[in-house]
């Protein structure tokens, strides 16, 4: 049974897959650990779920529901779906994807969902999530 976890910069930057996903469970996580570690009133939080997109449809709306009730406790809340340009995946369907969902769901300035098509971008997605400018060095 996988166990979600917070992630330190070792695990982020290496694992890349583990297994059927339930995205809900993170998202549910990140609103415990914020409700009870890092209150709005003292933390100025930024969260962000990375992914690969293949999320049980049936999950996808719990997924809006909880980042819904996450927006309010965060200075910006996003969702990063890596979908890597050497993988198919022929049982998910564009319109199913968490991104699509949350992108056609959420209408908040202070949510973003990103999809980048390899590792090499990610980093210019994190830029753009935390709204740097890409022009200064």
């Given at each position: 049974?996988?166990?979600?976890?917070?992630?330190?910069?070792?695990?982020?930057?290496?694992?890349?897959?583990?297994?059927?996903?339930?995205?809900?469970?993170?998202?549910?996580m990140a609103h415990e650990e914020i409700v009870?570690?890092?209150?709005?009133?003292?933390?100025?939080?930024?969260?962000?779920?990375?992914?690969d997109g293949d999320n049980y449809l049936d999950?996808?709306?719990?997924?809006?529901?909880?980042?819904?009730?996450?927006?309010?406790?965060?200075?910006?809340?996003?969702?990063?779906?890596?979908?890597?340009?050497?993988?198919?995946?022929?049982?998910?369907?564009?319109?199913?994807?968490?991104?699509?969902?949350?992108?056609?769901?959420?209408?908040?300035?202070?949510?973003?969902?990103?999809?980048?098509k390899n590792r090499n971008e990610i980093f210019?997605?994190?830029?753009?999530?935390?709204?740097?400018?890409?022009?200064?060095?």
């Amino acid at each position: 049974s996988k166990k979600n976890f917070v992630s330190n910069i070792y695990f982020f930057f290496r694992i890349i897959s583990s297994g059927g996903t339930l995205c809900s469970s993170a998202f549910k996580m990140a609103h415990e650990e914020i409700v009870s570690n890092h209150p709005p009133e003292s933390w100025n939080t930024y969260l962000v779920e990375v992914s690969d997109g293949d999320n049980y449809l049936d999950d996808n709306l719990e997924c809006v529901k909880i980042v819904n009730d996450l927006i309010p406790l965060c200075q910006q809340a996003g969702y990063l779906e890596i979908t890597l340009d050497d993988s198919y995946t022929p049982w998910i369907r564009e319109e199913n994807l968490l991104s699509s969902m949350l992108k056609s769901q959420i209408k908040s300035d202070r949510f973003s969902s990103i999809t980048i098509k390899n590792r090499n971008e990610i980093f210019n997605a994190l830029r753009k999530f935390f709204k740097v400018d890409e022009g200064k060095k």
